[in-house]
């Protein structure tokens, strides 16, 4: 089955900075990568996704990159904010037939931004 | 509108003694998964639900655990004789119909078995 990679497990940044993690995935199949934020008490939140059709996606200070030859792919966040602290858990699901709902998930980074 | 509810929020257990899990979906999603998410640990898939179709049970971790989806609605998750490695956080999610539709999850429901 389908194996996602997730690095760093932590990342401490400044207000302002930009920070980046970054995923790879074992299956040539998927074709669907969703970015969860996740706050401390409450389920994952979608914040961005990207289809293998594309290879960059950009929404306000959030940016996901995609290199399906290499098999990973990333996200940015630029002007980092205090509020930008959660964990983030990238996601992948395999392609076709009737099994592109199951997301295999990242075991998540930790943000923190200090003030 | 509303989003995925679960119930209960936290939910405390001694070991042996069975649970039940309750999640309500977004009005109009006819996709349901649950999810496990242990401690430093990333979601780990359980059952996925859809319409009146048969349930993906590949994730489930062992015949303890179980789900029904009543009237393609409301689902419950029921781990049976609960061990102390199933504490965890039992998260919920919902999707309309169709290929790699966002999943939207739940604030998920904290079980510790004792």
């Known amino acids: 089955g389908e194996n996602v990679e997730q690095h760093p497990s932590t990342l401490s940044v400044q207000e302002g900075d930009s920070a980046v993690i970054k995923c790879t995935y074992s299956d040539s199949a998927s074709n669907y990568f969703p970015w969860y934020k996740q706050e401390l008490g409450k389920g994952p939140q979608l914040i961005i996704d990207i289809r293998s059709n594309v290879g960059e996606k950009k929404d306000q200070r959030i940016a996901v990159t995609l290199n399906k030859t290499a098999k990973h792919f990333s996200l940015h966040i630029t002007e980092t904010q205090p509020e930008d602290s959660a964990v983030y858990f990238c996601?992948?699901?395999?392609?076709?037939?009737?099994?592109?709902?199951?997301?295999?998930f990242g075991k998540g980074t930790l943000l923190t931004v200090n003030p | 509108g509303a989003g995925v509810s679960q119930s209960p929020s936290n939910k405390v257990t001694e070991k042996g003694k069975d649970v039940e899990l309750r999640c309500d979906p977004i009005s109009g999603h006819t996709a349901l998964y649950w999810y496990r998410q242990s401690l430093g640990q990333g979601l780990e898939f359980l059952i996925y639900?859809?319409?009146?179709?048969?349930?993906?049970k590949s994730g489930l971790p062992s015949d303890r655990f179980s789900a029904e989806r009543t009237g393609g609605s409301v689902s419950t998750l029921t781990i049976q004789r609960t061990q102390q490695e199933d504490s965890a956080v039992y998260l919920c999610a919902s999707s309309e119909r169709g290929l790699a539709k966002t999943q939207y999850f739940g604030p998920g429901t904290r079980l510790l078995v004792l």
């Open positions: 639900f859809q319409g009146n179709s048969a349930p993906d």
């Open positions: 996601a992948a699901s395999i392609g076709g037939g009737g099994s592109n709902y199951k997301l295999t």
